[in-house]
């Protein structure tokens, strides 16, 4: 809603696995709408100052990204999508520059796995259910509503029986 500092998404995988990757955007609401002036592509940086992923109330990765969109600072967030798609360390890119990314399409990766690409485990193997929070921080007071967009990647099983029959662990 306008003129939050603030926003909190509890409990965001209620009954599910945790993600090994979640990656999110915000989008203005008349974007999204159909307002024809605006691109529903555009993922804006809304002045965000910290945004931080929790599972069981512990910040992962181990503090919250923090950025200064009005003085071009968000190298914690626009690396974010380098490391947790291991691109990091390869002579790869995503094809967004930063200007770009501070511009028109900021959004955030976190990784809940033990890999760097989040290809395999979790935060600790042994549990794979718990609370995941989003916590999101502005500079100052929002201006326009928005919709926060959430992509998961959640690692699951399927099992057939003997009586073809599917169950999704």
């Known amino acids: 809603s306008t003129g939050s500092t603030t926003y909190i998404a509890d409990n965001m995988y209620p009954s599910s696995n945790i ?12 974007s ?3 307002d024809y002036s605006k691109s529903p592509l555009e993922m804006t940086n809304m002045k965000v100052s910290t945004i931080g992923l929790y599972v069981n109330s512990v910040p992962t990765p ?15 967030g626009y690396m974010s ?11 790869k890119g995503n094809a967004l520059s930063y200007n770009a990314y501070i511009n028109n399409y900021t959004c955030y990766a976190f990784s809940l796995s033990n890999s760097a690409s989040g ?6 193997p042994m549990e794979r ?21 959430v992509m998961s990647k959640t ?6 029986d003997k009586a073809r029959q599917l169950t999704i662990d």
């Open 129 to 149: 259910n718990g609370v995941v929070k989003i916590e999101i921080n502005f500079a100052t007071a929002t201006t326009e509503a928005l919709y926060m967009v």
């Open 81 to 91: 999508l380098f490391n947790q798609f291991n691109l990091f360390a390869g002579d």
């Open 119 to 124: 290809n395999s485990g979790t935060t600790n």
């Open 155 to 160: 690692p699951s099983v399927v099992l057939m």
């Open 19 to 30: 993600p090994e990757v979640v990656v999110i955007g915000l989008f203005k609401v008349a």
């Open 32 to 34: 999204m709408n159909g």
């Open 62 to 76: 181990q503090r919250p990204y923090e950025m200064k969109f009005d003085q071009n600072q968000a190298m914690d």
